[in-house]
Nanobody
Framework: QVKLVESGGGLVQVGGSLRLSCIAS????????MAWFRQAPGKERAFVAA??????????HYEDSVKERFTISRDNAKSTLYLDMNNLKPEDTAVYLC?????????????????????WGQGTQVTVSS
């Protein structure tokens, strides 16, 4: 049974940093795309960042508002996906969810939608106070 478990959320002040982790169990996703989404109260789930495997290596994709501030990475030996978040803003407040797919593609356009993802974690709360 595949399971994704996020951790690392918390309360942080504006301009602060956090590192989110997502541990995958049940199967390896080292050659499949994984991603982070977030959902704020009353809003739809939104894409944050994705990482996919290609013959050239790992490829990353970011939502525009988090580029230059967030970094997605993974450690396949530890079956762990990370999201390093810097210079946090109040609008980053949300539940952050980890997602994984069976799909072996790397299209950033498709990976930024909910469609490809087969597995989701329960989420970890990030709150940025001003």
């Amino acid at each position: 049974q595949v399971k994704l478990v996020e951790s690392g959320g918390g309360l942080v002040q504006v301009g602060g940093s956090l590192r989110l982790s997502c541990i995958a169990s049940g199967r390896s996703f080292s050659e499949n795309a994984m991603a982070w989404f977030r959902q704020a109260p009353g809003k739809e789930r939104a894409f944050v960042a994705a990482i996919s495997h290609t013959w050239r290596g790992e490829v990353t994709h970011y939502e525009d508002s988090v580029k230059e501030r967030f970094t997605i990475s993974r450690d396949n030996a530890k079956s762990t996906l990370y999201l390093d978040m810097n210079n946090l803003k109040p609008e980053d407040t949300a539940v952050y969810l980890c997602a994984a797919t069976h799909w072996l593609g790397s299209s950033g356009e498709l990976l930024s939608t909910l469609d490809p993802y087969d597995y989701w974690g329960q989420g970890t709360q990030v709150t940025v106070s001003s």
